[in-house]
């Protein structure tokens, strides 16, 4: 099970290569073509995606995003479109050719693999010829079971044997108290929309979504074979089992607090929690008997749970655990039930236009269920050693910053700083890639049924995260795949962790003046280290337990200084009636004001030290002006209104027009560099700032 606080199947490796490369070539008709070309690199700064016709003053991403997001619209197969969309796609371009060569002609087991992969979920002629076949096992399963008492043992064989989670998560996570220790959790789940606010809300637009999930529902299960009439009534039974799970789920926000997750309890006490589900059978059934305790997330999710399970019955549940199914793996049937999948979940939730192009989704998902395996052979072409020895220069100018940062505090004790020292000086950096590969030799992938592929991955990293309950942490694994455009920081593990794949130009070129790059991928840097000091992080020790470091009277400064950063975000609106949820961006908006100030430490130390001029210009624009619109740029991007307004009830993240503006109202450096008057709006006379 992913941490919470981590701040988005049978060939043997002596495979005879010989016949394997004699396999028929993939072929892509006109619906799933890729280009000839790679998509243009983006570019690190853009001197024409500046609107001059702006006041840098009155609105800083309109003038250095107003023309590019004029000449980038959302392509059709997009919610967004963005820098990171940008990069993202000349990154899955380049993979996917890795993954069309290896189908065609792999020249190792491990390309073998892969490549058997994504020909699996590119033959959609194979997967309209078989339709709902290959999940009929599953559902077969379902539908002989007969004993509410059993359903217990039902979940638990068909996460283990089938790779189909339902109703709750189950998996491994470090203990909050010893993160040397890993051990079981469960946590609530159950949910097919968003958030628990799509069941729950009655405004008017929330009552047309659940409509049109009703509706979505009926047309699967009438694709399924149901009649039109059994359809409806199964689809109601799922909205009545779901609307009951998401009343006992705990809101998004309370999430965020690690203390609000943990409570380790007795298999007994949780038994008690649940007396109608049987705890020893769903844990046997997995080979976890062994648990004598676990932390039990959400207590109030189970017994709503539990009430849910006693008073339905036993054909409702059974609709419920065929949706569930078929939604898990619709994207591996026939046309008409992924189509259907993409029409409701991509078109209707998201606003999305077009599905993408099959390539692109057969690449995303091979990195997704191989990434350190594709991994392997992306990053020996796109991430040189130069690259990384210079990643881990910046990453330690900026961790010099920071402690220059911390250090300087004047909210701040003394007594409080040396524990924010010694947290800081425990960092782990991890750039690229992992030291260690991944060892996929047990994941058993086969070339002509990709819902075998898509249950076996499921069950491979089940198996994988359940094998780690009760073992050493490997403090050295990933939490992403090497060709991800994204970064984070784990505080359980106390590390920063940047990938491959977002080391590339916009937001991290080494051979461009340094100011630009600070501002980009600088900024990335510093935004993953201040969350190891946000609302969530700052509850974390350096060795990666929930302790308490601080004062009273810093925590109290502390926490009345991110109150302000709630204030301000809280009265941003992204569209008409949608307004940011100040408590949810918390963590992201105080990392992206942090980093920004760290990073810009760093380039004028690191200008001090090499002698470069902090006035000289470039295209007309100062070291300090370059940073922030190096920045500024990173963050361009256009959304479609429907993502729009779901990600403001569900990202943690301010959309980017408010990372950007948000940030640099609350830096007088950006001020001074352009020369605002203080009261104008990016220079207002109140701000604030924590780190």
Same mark, same amino acid.
């Given at each position: 099970?992913?941490?919470?606080?981590?701040?988005?199947?049978?060939?043997?490796?002596?495979?005879?290569?010989?016949?394997?490369?004699?396999?028929?070539?993939?072929?892509?008709?006109?619906?799933?073509?890729?280009?000839?070309?790679?998509?243009?690199?983006?570019?690190?700064?853009?001197?024409?995606?500046?609107?001059?016709?702006?006041?840098?003053?009155?609105?800083?991403?309109?003038?250095?995003?107003? @023309?590019?997001?004029? @000449?980038?619209?959302?392509?059709?197969?997009?919610?967004?479109?963005?820098?990171?969309?940008?990069?993202?796609?000349?990154?899955?371009?380049?993979?996917?050719?890795?993954?069309?060569?290896?189908?065609?002609?792999?020249?190792?087991?491990?390309?073998?693999?892969?490549?058997?992969?994504?020909?699996?979920?590119?033959?959609?002629?194979?997967?309209?010829?078989?339709?709902?076949?290959?999940?009929?096992?599953?559902?077969?399963?379902?539908?002989?079971?007969?004993?509410?008492?059993?359903?217990?043992?039902?979940?638990?064989?068909?996460?283990?044997?089938?790779?189909?989670?339902?109703?709750?998560?189950?998996?491994?996570?470090?203990?909050?108290?010893?993160?040397?220790?890993?051990?079981?959790?469960?946590?609530?789940?159950?949910?097919?929309?968003?958030?628990?606010?799509?069941?729950?809300?009655?405004?008017?637009?929330?009552?047309?979504?659940?409509?049109?999930?009703?509706?979505?529902?009926?047309?699967?299960?009438?694709?399924?074979?149901?009649?039109?009439?059994?359809?409806? +009534?199964?689809?109601?039974?799922?909205?009545?089992?779901?609307?009951?799970?998401?009343?006992?789920?705990?809101?998004?926000?309370?999430?965020?607090?690690?203390?609000?997750?943990?409570?380790?309890?007795?298999?007994?006490?949780?038994?008690?929690?649940?007396?109608?589900?049987?705890?020893?059978?769903?844990?046997?059934?997995?080979?976890?008997?062994?648990?004598?305790?676990?932390?039990?997330?959400?207590?109030?999710?189970?017994?709503?749970?539990?009430?849910?399970?006693?008073?339905?019955?036993?054909?409702?549940?059974?609709?419920?655990?065929?949706?569930?199914?078929?939604?898990?793996?619709?994207?591996?049937?026939?046309?008409?039930?992924?189509?259907?999948?993409?029409?409701?979940?991509?078109?209707?939730?998201?606003?999305?236009?077009?599905?993408?192009?099959?390539?692109?989704?057969?690449?995303?998902?091979?990195?997704?269920?191989?990434?350190?395996?594709?991994?392997?052979?992306?990053?020996?072409?796109?991430?040189?050693?130069?690259?990384?020895?210079?990643?881990?220069?910046?990453?330690?100018?900026?961790?010099?910053?920071?402690?220059?940062?911390?250090?300087?505090?004047?909210?701040?004790?003394?007594?409080?700083?040396?524990?924010?020292?010694?947290?800081?000086?425990?960092?782990?950096?991890?750039?690229?890639?992992? #030291?260690?590969?991944?060892?996929?030799?047990?994941?058993?992938?086969?070339?002509?049924?990709?819902?075998?592929?898509?249950?076996?991955?499921?069950?491979?990293?089940?198996?994988?995260?359940?094998?780690?309950?009760?073992?050493?942490?490997?403090?050295?694994?990933?939490?992403?795949?090497?060709?991800?455009?994204?970064?984070?920081?784990?505080?359980?593990?106390?590390?920063?962790?940047?990938?491959?794949?977002?080391?590339?130009?916009?937001?991290?070129?080494?051979?461009?003046?340094?100011?630009?790059?600070?501002?980009?991928?600088?900024?990335?840097?510093?935004?993953?280290?201040?969350?190891?000091?946000?609302?969530?992080?700052?509850?974390?020790?350096?060795?990666?337990?929930?302790?308490?470091?601080?004062?009273?009277?810093?925590?109290?400064?502390?926490? #009345?200084?991110?109150?302000?950063?709630?204030?301000?975000?809280?009265?941003?609106?992204?569209?008409?009636?949608?307004?940011?949820?100040?408590?949810?961006?918390?963590?992201? @908006?105080?990392?992206?004001?942090?980093?920004?100030?760290?990073?810009?430490?760093?380039?004028?130390?690191?200008?001090?030290?090499?002698?470069?001029?902090?006035?000289?210009?470039?295209?007309?624009? +100062?070291?300090?002006?370059?940073?922030?619109?190096?920045?500024?740029?990173?963050?361009?991007? @256009?959304?479609?209104?429907?993502?729009?307004?779901?990600?403001?009830?569900?990202?943690?993240?301010?959309?980017?027009?408010?990372?950007?503006?948000?940030?640099?109202?609350?830096?007088?450096?950006?001020?001074?560099?352009?020369?605002?008057?203080?009261?104008?709006?990016?220079?207002?006379?109140?701000?604030?700032?924590?780190?």
């Amino acid at each position: 099970m992913r941490n919470l606080f981590l701040i988005a199947l049978l060939f043997s490796t002596s495979v005879c290569l010989s016949a394997q490369n004699a396999a028929q070539a993939i072929v892509l008709d006109d619906t799933i073509s890729a280009p000839t070309s790679a998509p243009k690199t983006p570019i690190s700064m853009d001197l024409n995606g500046i609107d001059k016709t702006v006041d840098p003053c009155t609105d800083f991403y309109a003038y250095a995003c107003g @023309n590019w997001r004029k @000449n980038n619209p959302i392509p059709a197969d997009k919610v967004r479109y963005g820098q990171f969309d940008a990069l993202n796609e000349r990154n899955n371009y380049l993979l996917y050719q890795d993954l069309r060569a290896a189908a065609d002609h792999p020249t190792t087991p491990l390309q073998v693999k892969y490549g058997n992969y994504f020909a699996a979920c590119m033959d959609t002629a194979q997967h309209d010829k078989l339709g709902a076949q290959p999940i009929l096992p599953v559902l077969a399963k379902i539908d002989h079971w007969n004993n509410k008492a059993t359903l217990a043992a039902l979940l638990g064989n068909l996460e283990d044997k089938d790779g189909v989670g339902t109703l709750f998560d189950f998996g491994s996570e470090q203990d909050q108290k010893d993160s040397t220790k890993q051990i079981g959790v469960i946590m609530q789940g159950g949910l097919s929309l968003p958030d628990r606010d799509y069941y729950l809300q009655q405004d008017d637009r929330m009552k047309t979504i659940r409509a049109q999930y009703i509706e979505h529902l009926t047309k699967m299960f009438v694709l399924l074979g149901d009649t039109p009439e059994k359809a409806a +009534t199964e689809a109601k039974s799922v909205m009545t089992i779901e609307t009951a799970l998401a009343e006992g789920s705990t809101p998004r926000v309370d999430l965020r607090d690690p203390t609000n997750v943990y409570h380790i309890k007795s298999r007994a006490e949780l038994q008690s929690l649940t007396p109608g589900f049987k705890w020893s059978e769903y844990l046997g059934a997995l080979r976890r008997d062994q648990l004598t305790s676990l932390n039990v997330g959400t207590p109030n999710f189970f017994k709503a749970m539990n009430q849910e399970v006693e008073s339905t019955s036993i054909g409702d549940l059974k609709s419920y655990l065929r949706w569930h199914v078929v939604h898990q793996f619709a994207g591996g049937l026939s046309k008409a039930f992924d189509q259907e999948n993409f029409n409701f979940f991509s078109a209707t939730l998201a606003g999305q236009k077009e599905q993408a192009p099959r390539w692109k989704r057969c690449t995303s998902g091979t990195d997704h269920a191989l990434g350190e395996a594709v991994g392997q052979d992306w990053v020996k072409k796109n991430f040189p050693p130069s690259a990384k020895d210079n990643m881990e220069q910046l990453v330690h100018a900026l961790e010099a910053a920071l402690d220059q940062d911390i250090k300087g505090l004047d909210w701040m004790s003394d007594t409080t700083k040396v524990e924010a020292k010694k947290k800081l000086d425990a960092f782990r950096d991890k750039i690229g890639y992992p #030291e260690k590969w991944r060892d996929y030799s047990k994941l058993d992938v086969k070339r002509d049924d990709y819902v075998h592929d898509l249950q076996q991955t499921v069950i491979f990293n089940d198996r994988r995260d359940l094998d780690k309950i009760g073992q050493p942490v490997d403090e050295k694994e990933w939490g992403m795949t090497p060709p991800t455009v994204n970064a984070y920081y784990d505080s359980s593990n106390n590390d920063i962790n940047f990938p491959a794949g977002i080391l590339q130009p916009p937001f991290y070129d080494f051979k461009i003046d340094p100011a630009v790059n600070f501002g980009a991928i600088g900024v990335v840097i510093g935004h993953e280290m201040t969350h190891g000091f946000d609302d969530e992080g700052s509850q974390f020790d350096p060795k990666g337990n929930v302790r308490m470091w601080w004062t009273p009277e810093d925590k109290a400064k502390f926490d #009345e200084r991110t109150a302000c950063e709630v204030k301000e975000y809280g009265a941003f609106e992204p569209v008409p009636g949608a307004i940011l949820n100040g408590k949810l961006t918390l963590g992201e @908006n105080t990392a992206d004001n942090g980093g920004l100030h760290i990073a810009y430490a760093a380039l004028m130390n690191t200008l001090a030290k090499e002698n470069l001029s902090t006035t000289a210009t470039i295209d007309g624009y +100062t070291p300090a002006q370059r940073y922030f619109l190096g920045f500024a740029q990173v963050w361009c991007e @256009n959304t479609r209104e429907q993502t729009a307004r779901m990600r403001a009830k569900t990202d943690p993240h301010s959309p980017g027009r408010f990372r950007v503006n948000g940030s640099v109202v609350n830096f007088d450096k950006f001020g001074e560099a352009f020369n605002c008057k203080k009261g104008q709006p990016m220079t207002p006379v109140d701000s604030c700032r924590v780190w």
